[in-house]
């Protein structure tokens, strides 16, 4: 009885253990392709005047539609402005755009994010970059 249960779990064991070797050897392949697949894309980007609409704040670059930059939105402490964080957008997040500060100019590491207000107007809203992370010296530990 007790050799029966202990081949049953070393079989459960082998079993997990090619399931495992399997899903990361697969991903691994997926991933590589994907990564191949989006560097392929030549010149998709093309830069833009920071500022501009459309374009990313971090990176510059001009955004198609449906792009969006990622950014994080707090809310309002009592007045007309609200404390905004930007990461940047698809492009410059995964590495693929230098990634630049616009008031400083320091080149943003991935973990980097750029301080903006964000002013509620009807119809549109604007944002203003304060700074990032490294000249307005939060985030840091
Ligand atoms: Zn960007
Ligand atoms: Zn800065």
Not at 30 to 49: D, E
Not at 107 to 132: E, Q
Request: hydrophobic share 35%.
């Amino acid at each position: 009885m007790g050799l029966y249960i202990q081949t049953l779990a070393l079989s459960i064991i082998g079993v997990f253990l090619l399931w495992f070797a399997y899903t990361l050897f697969f991903r691994n392949a997926f991933i590589r392709r994907a990564t191949r697949r989006r560097r392929r894309k030549p010149g998709k980007t093309a830069t833009g005047i920071p500022g501009a609409p459309r374009t990313c704040p971090v990176c510059s670059a001009i955004l198609a539609k449906g792009e969006r930059v990622k950014s994080t939105a707090y809310p309002s402490m009592g007045g007309k402005d609200r404390l905004m964080h930007i990461s940047g957008c698809a492009y410059c997040l995964e590495g693929d755009r230098v990634r630049t500060c616009p008031v400083c100019g320091a080149t943003l590491k991935p973990d980097d994010i750029l301080v903006a207000r964000m002013y509620d107007k009807p119809g549109r809203s604007h944002v203003h970059v304060i700074g990032c992370s490294q000249c307005k010296k939060i985030g840091k530990k």
